[in-house]
């Protein structure tokens, strides 16, 4: 994905990611309206992280590594003082314990699918 920007379009089977990812939620119980929340929910939670990588950092990860300067750019403490001292502290820093570009991006992942998967329980 963060080198494919045409994940932001296609699935991998060649059909469109809607398709792809409306079959994921068949058979769960879930509403016409949850199964469509649910995919939506995933599918801009995917492309967003497409796009940061694909448009704003030109999609080759050693870019990845500004990410940090990117977000001090826009993050002033005036307007964002929590967020600005998190990044003061080194949240958007490369960690150099976790040589691992995705975990944040599986991290969130995990947390909607988590949440997905409560609702398909309780239904």
Not at 67 to 86: K, T
Not at 90 to 111: C, K, N, Q
């Amino acid at each position: 994905m963060r080198t494919r920007p045409t994940v932001l379009y296609y699935s991998p089977a060649g059909r469109s990611v809607p398709e792809f990812v409306t079959q994921w939620v068949d058979g769960t119980g879930l509403t016409v309206y949850q199964r469509f929340d649910a995919v939506m929910a995933v599918l801009n939670y995917v492309r967003g992280d497409a796009h940061v990588t694909a448009v704003l950092l030109g999609g080759e990860p050693p870019v990845l590594a500004e990410y940090a300067g990117l977000i001090r750019r826009f993050v002033r403490a005036e307007r964002f003082p929590v967020l600005a001292a998190a990044v003061a502290e080194g949240l958007f820093d490369p960690d150099p314990a976790d040589a691992d570009a995705s975990r944040s991006f599986e991290f969130g992942l995990e947390r909607i699918l988590d949440g997905c998967q409560r609702i398909i329980d309780n239904s």
